[in-house]
């Protein structure tokens, strides 16, 4: 099974990455599932939701207490204790931020998961250039896909088509493929070039 | 179909598919994504002909169901928590004037203090009521048990509850074999009442009845829920041909014909102890679980025969009865009444705190191990209880417990995992 | 099974009747009249409910052929008319409960819409039920304009389980709960609860008050307002003989003094506008009306309250000036 982790705010589309990850590897046959965590919605509010990824059905409905990927599409949280809790067999990061990895306070995070496996990436730039909205999920979620190996980018592509109509599909389609090529260009600082599945439970 | 999606949408289909003719709709989280999609529905013409009507509460979106259905319609509801009991006058009302109405509880806490994520409390409140309850263990079966649900409500002329974990399962998204319109129809007939109010052949509905009858007519509502015991099975058999896969039914066990002990318990959290149950088998320990599907009527006999070879129990709870314990397991002892087994109660999930494989695994085990007492909690903060009780030792307005807690918790160092 | 019309209640020698043409004749005259509130009930002498009742469905009856169910809401008519294992009604009748009936009728008309049935549904209830318990529901039938005539049989307190104290008690009644002991025996002077003012703040198409004291205008009242679709209201006020400690035989007399005093307005509403009133062309001081009743015997005689007789006077007063009931023309014309 492969668990991952998504942290953000309130109206950035953590719910969303969430379900889109599970989306597609339902395509891909597999059993997923998704959820947020449960709070009074209000924008900008800390939000973190969950996703399983098995070949098996996927019985146990906790939080993901100890993800294999953790995406963090606010850079503020980096410090936040719900974020830093159980990160032991964490094999990725990724961080929305421009920041360069060093210039990123985040001293407790880079020490429990180790500077190779954080992955800076410029997600709300890209967001708000080929967007229009500060809404970075879906390219956080392909930089993870490509990262991971976990999703291929025409299946990503079908997700968000189900999911999202006409211009608003487009532009994230378009959005999604910039940080694909980011990855496989190898233009982001840091991090693993491919992170292998486990079967962990 | 195959279809990945959020459980509350799957429930939504389900019900579409059972063409409800009036759908009453008051909102409270977590069920409100159900009557949001069929709004949508019904405004679109999708579902049609379909009256929707948004009520001014809970109460009135009941009651305007038993309207409904002594008119002859098929009437659909949801709701959770404070909204169950606000309708809770009307409950017994349309239990007892033989209604074959269909609501989806999405199980929820209930205040104060208020608490909007799951547990069983609300619909354990209303255990006895006259409804039908049947509890899903995952959103297929939620999807399946609404088609059940109008099937046996009908047939029997009962009202059915669903039980559906708020947020664990109707928030989640997850795989559902959606079935076709074409196979509801033909699982699902038309409506035909027992009664029905008819220029055409009037009777009057809802007298008073005194001591004369009274008795009589509350054991013909218990008889119906005996019936049930008998229908529940045969509808799942049938669900079973049509569908191809299990759903419904009384109970299900899992690993549990040579199982020295039995975990039992309710919904969702079902899916866990499974997962534990795989891992302590693979360690050598016979034990295995049993799933209660109808907890009204309570099947005394299937239960007793499931457990009869068990050693002990150990009954699972998402509600606290307060100056009791577990519910759940006093009915299980009722079940098992005259043999010798240990039954523990022990009690998880309240208000929505996770539910971790880690902890229940090491609960089994203890359980296992005779080493539970009659009532325990699962990942139960007793420092932050102790200094609570320590605050009301020594001084008198020592203030609202709950805010001290939340202050407490939130201050403390908790191995707890991210909410 | 409907049982056959007796002859001797018919009103066949009702004085108005006979002389008037078919056309104009009430319901109730009519050996045709569907009886839908049969006798053998057990409502108490001179209950004015069961009266109002009676004209008010016989006339909804023949409005709508007889296509048409009720929903009642707990209290005297529902009891009364129901004791087990017996029934008094002819017509689709549903008891359910205390504070729902509005709510229920909502669910009944929109279940004989989706079934494409004509049926037209009318909800019943005291004024616990409507003014009280059932308001909030009341309030949101009216807002959503269901299909549902709400009459409402005012007759001042909770009567069926021993005349405690409504929203519409009026000031210094005694009821069980209102003792009429004490400095300021009895009801206090509220605010009061205007519901027919409310409904007609909802803008539903009819509102309107009648009496038992004319019942040809109550008959009225119920045809126009089945000539309307969409939430309509009725307030029925209805002498309890019980409750008032009035005497049985002089219900209607009762009901009579309360509507020409003024303390019982007649009108009609459409959409939120009065469109009409019954005016009143002699009026009585509030004594006449208020000495028949025990439940205001302690305003009056030598530890009486003169001050609190004129504060409802005032009352009166206001109402009549509010709804313009002095019949000026009558009373020039006949020189009254």
């Known amino acids: 099974?492969?668990?991952?982790?998504?942290?953000?705010?309130?109206?950035?589309?953590?719910?969303?990455?969430?379900?889109?990850?599970?989306?597609?590897?339902?395509?891909?046959?597999?059993?997923?599932?998704?959820?947020?965590?449960?709070?009074?919605?209000?924008?900008?509010?800390?939000?973190?939701?969950?996703?399983?990824?098995?070949?098996?059905?996927?019985?146990?409905?906790?939080?993901?207490?100890?993800?294999?990927?953790?995406?963090?599409?606010?850079?503020?949280?980096?410090?936040?204790?719900?974020?830093?809790?159980?990160?032991?067999?964490?094999?990725?990061?990724?961080?929305?931020?421009?920041?360069?990895?060093?210039?990123?306070?985040?001293?407790?995070?880079?020490?429990?998961?180790?500077?190779?496996?954080?992955?800076?990436?410029?997600a709300t730039e890209i967001a708000m250039e080929l967007i229009g909205r500060n809404v970075p999920n879906v390219i956080m979620l392909s930089a993870f896909c490509a990262i991971s190996g976990l999703i291929a980018f025409d299946t990503l592509t079908k997700a968000i088509e189900s999911k999202f109509k006409g211009k608003i599909a487009q532009s994230n389609i378009a959005a999604a493929e910039k940080a694909w090529w980011l990855v496989q260009d190898q233009r982001l600082p840091a991090g693993p070039s491919r992170v292998t599945e486990t079967t962990h439970a | 179909?195959?279809?990945?999606?959020?459980?509350?949408?799957?429930?939504?289909?389900?019900?579409?598919?059972?063409?409800?003719?009036?759908?009453?709709?008051?909102?409270?989280?977590?069920?409100?994504?159900?009557?949001?999609?069929?709004?949508?529905?019904?405004?679109?013409?999708?579902?049609?002909?379909?009256?929707?009507?948004?009520?001014?509460?809970?109460?009135?979106?009941?009651?305007?169901?038993?309207?409904?259905?002594?008119?002859?319609a098929r009437t659909y509801t949801a709701t959770s928590s404070q909204g169950l009991l606000y309708m809770a006058e009307a409950l017994w009302n349309a239990s007892g004037l033989g209604l074959p109405i269909v609501m989806t509880d999405g199980n929820r806490a209930i205040g104060g203090p208020i608490n909007i994520w799951n547990d069983h409390s609300d619909t354990m409140a209303m255990r006895d009521c006259g409804w039908i309850q049947l509890h899903a263990e995952s959103n297929q079966e939620a999807t399946d048990l609404h088609i059940q649900a109008f099937k046996l409500a009908e047939e029997i002329s009962m009202p059915v509850m669903v039980c559906v974990d708020g947020f664990i399962l109707t928030h989640a998204y997850e795989r559902v074999d959606m079935p076709s319109q074409k196979e509801v129809d033909e699982f699902l007939p038309a409506y035909e009442p027992r009664q029905i109010l008819d220029p055409a052949d009037p009777i009057s509905i809802g007298a008073m009845v005194?001591?004369?009858?009274?008795?009589?007519?509350?054991?013909?509502?218990?008889?119906?829920?005996?019936?049930?015991?008998?229908?529940?099975?045969?509808?799942?058999?049938?669900?079973?041909?049509?569908?191809?896969?299990?759903?419904?039914?009384l109970v299900r066990t899992y690993r549990a014909e040579d199982a020295e002990t039995i975990v039992v318990a309710l919904g969702s959290v079902n899916g866990t102890i499974q997962d534990s149950i795989d891992d302590l088998r693979d360690a050598g320990h016979p034990i295995g679980s049993m799933s209660i599907c109808s907890f009204r009527p309570f099947p005394l006999k299937a239960i007793r025969t499931a457990l009869q070879n068990a050693k002990r129990v150990i009954v699972i709870e998402k509600n606290l009865a307060p100056g009791l314990g577990?519910?759940?397991?006093?009915?299980?002892?009722?079940?098992?009444?005259?043999?010798?087994?240990?039954?523990?109660?022990?009690?998880?999930?309240l208000g929505g705190r996770a539910i971790m494989k880690k902890s229940v695994t090491e609960c089994l085990l203890k359980g296992h191990r005779d080493q539970l007492e009659d009532l325990s909690f699962i990942d139960m903060n007793w420092p932050a209880i102790e200094r609570e009780l320590e605050r009301e030792k020594t001084t008198r307005r020592s203030g609202p417990m709950a805010e001290h807690l939340m202050f407490d918790v939130t201050k403390d160092v908790m191995p707890e995992p991210v909410s | 099974m409907t049982e056959h019309v007796k002859f001797y209640q018919t009103g066949t020698f009702t004085v108005g009747n006979r002389l008037l043409d078919e056309a104009r004749r009430t319901v109730q005259s009519l050996m045709t009249r569907a009886n839908s509130l049969n006798s053998g009930h057990r409502a108490c002498q001179g209950c004015g409910e069961a009266l109002g009742a009676r004209y008010a469905v016989d006339t909804a009856v023949r409005e709508t052929g007889g296509k048409m169910a009720i929903v009642n809401a707990t209290g005297c008519?529902?009891?009364?008319?129901?004791?087990?294992?017996?029934?008094?009604?002819?017509?689709?009748?549903?008891?359910?409960?205390?504070?729902?009936?509005?709510?229920?009728?909502?669910?009944?008309?929109?279940?004989?819409?989706?079934?494409?049935?004509?049926?037209?549904?009318?909800?019943?209830?005291?004024?616990?039920?409507?003014?009280?318990?059932?308001?909030?529901?009341?309030?949101?039938m009216f807002e959503r304009n269901d299909d549902v005539l709400y009459i409402c049989y005012d007759n001042e307190a909770y009567m069926n389980t021993g005349v405690q104290r409504s929203g519409s008690t009026p000031a210094r009644a005694t009821?069980?709960?209102?003792?009429?002991?004490?400095?300021?025996?009895?009801?206090?002077?509220?605010?009061?609860?205007?519901?027919?003012?409310?409904?007609?703040?909802?803008?539903?198409?009819?509102?309107?008050?009648?009496?038992?004291?004319?019942?040809?205008?109550?008959?009225?009242?119920?045809?126009?307002?089945?000539?309307?679709?969409?939430?309509?209201?009725?307030h029925v006020h209805v002498p309890c003989p019980l409750g008032w400690g009035s005497d049985p035989a002089e219900t209607l007399k009762v009901a009579r003094l309360a509507v020409e005093s003024g303390l019982f307005p007649l009108f009609e509403a459409e959409y939120g506008k009065v469109v009409g009133r019954r005016k009143i062309r002699r009026r009585v001081p509030v004594d006449d009306y208020l000495k028949m009743q025990k439940r205001f015997a302690h305003l009056f005689g030598a530890k009486g309250d003169p001050a609190a007789v004129a504060r409802i006077q005032g009352i009166a007063d206001a109402n009549i000036s509010e709804y313009q009931l002095d019949d000026i023309e009558a009373v020039k014309l006949l020189n009254i």
């Open chain 1, 1 to 122: 099974m492969y668990q991952v982790r998504f942290h953000g705010r309130g109206g950035q589309g953590v719910v969303t990455a969430a379900e889109l990850l599970s989306v597609a590897a339902f395509m891909d046959g597999r059993h997923a599932q998704a959820f947020p965590s449960f709070g009074s919605e209000r924008m900008g509010a800390p939000v973190a939701a969950f996703c399983r990824i098995s070949d098996k059905p996927i019985r146990i409905r906790e939080p993901v207490a100890a993800p294999d990927a953790l995406i963090v599409q606010d850079a503020s949280l980096v410090r936040n204790p719900d974020l830093l809790a159980g990160l032991d067999v964490t094999k990725v990061v990724l961080v929305n931020t421009t920041l360069a990895i060093h210039e990123l306070r985040a001293e407790q995070l880079k020490t429990r998961v180790g500077l190779g496996k954080i992955v800076i990436l410029p």
């Open chain 2, 210 to 249: 005194g001591p004369e009858a009274y008795m009589e007519v509350r054991y013909l509502l218990h008889n119906r829920h005996l019936q049930a015991l008998d229908v529940i099975p045969r509808i799942s058999d049938e669900f079973r041909n049509k569908f191809g896969r299990e759903a419904g039914g």
């Open chain 2, 1 to 72: 179909m195959l279809k990945q999606l959020e459980g509350s949408h799957a429930v939504a289909e389900a019900i579409a598919m059972c063409r409800p003719q009036v759908i009453s709709c008051y909102p409270i989280t977590p069920q409100t994504h159900i009557v949001e999609a069929l709004s949508g529905w019904v405004k679109s013409g999708r579902l049609s002909p379909c009256e929707y009507l948004t009520v001014e509460s809970e109460f009135a979106a009941l009651s305007a169901l038993i309207g409904a259905s002594a008119m002859g």
């Open chain 2, 326 to 349: 577990g519910i759940l397991a006093s009915n299980i002892r009722m079940a098992l009444r005259g043999m010798t087994k240990t039954v523990s109660t022990v009690i998880c999930g």
């Open chain 3, 77 to 140: 008519l529902e009891v009364f008319s129901t004791p087990y294992p017996q029934s008094s009604w002819q017509v689709p009748w549903l008891h359910s409960l205390f504070g729902n009936a509005p709510a229920v009728a909502s669910g009944m008309a929109a279940a004989a819409k989706v079934m494409g049935k004509d049926i037209r549904i009318i909800a019943q209830g005291g004024d616990g039920a409507t003014v009280d318990i059932g308001f909030g529901c009341l309030s949101g």
């Open chain 3, 175 to 234: 009821t069980a709960t209102t003792p009429g002991v004490g400095e300021q025996p009895g009801n206090k002077f509220g605010i009061g609860k205007n519901v027919p003012r409310i409904a007609m703040a909802h803008g539903i198409p009819y509102v309107a008050t009648a009496s038992v004291a004319d019942l040809r205008d109550l008959e009225r009242k119920v045809t126009r307002a089945m000539s309307f679709s969409g939430a309509r209201y009725l």
